[in-house]
């Protein structure tokens, strides 16, 4: 029987790997200057994710299906907190976590958080290290709409930091 479950692990974490050759989030970062708020949508593959929350201690969140963990939630935000935050004028932005929910192709997960009596910056400094620990490989995209300005980040592994400036 110990085998049999064995061989079942391998053969279904060897599928898994090959869901994607690519390890990638993008997240949007958009200013609404009619609400002065910073909102802010992010895309992850649920699979690279929830292999992130276990190395983090957290097993079995089953994201996104009727066996989710109820305190699936708390993990994300805590996570994502961690890893992918934006200062402005030296200030961490103290972003509200709106909720989650599957992409239309079932992989992915999107996730929205919003930050309130936000004024436009001219200069943010983004952190974005998610999924970074867990694959050498992941690229994280995030495109910065700020009115009509739009500004484009690529990070990895060794680049976790960018400053950003619109003067």
Known sequence: MKILIYLLLVFF???R???HDFHMSKTLVKHVQEEKTL???M???IDDFEEALSMSGVDSVFMCTKMENSDTDIFVQSYVRDRFFLE???KRVEFEYLGKEISESLDGVWLYMEAFDIEAPQDVKVTNKLLTEVFPDQKNLVNIRIDDREKMLLFSLDDGVKDVSWR
């Open 13 to 15: 974490s060897d599928v």
């Open 17 to 19: 790997a090959e869901l």
């Open 39 to 41: 909102q802010v949508t």
């Open 43 to 45: 895309h992850l593959f």
């Open 88 to 90: 402005i004028e030296g």
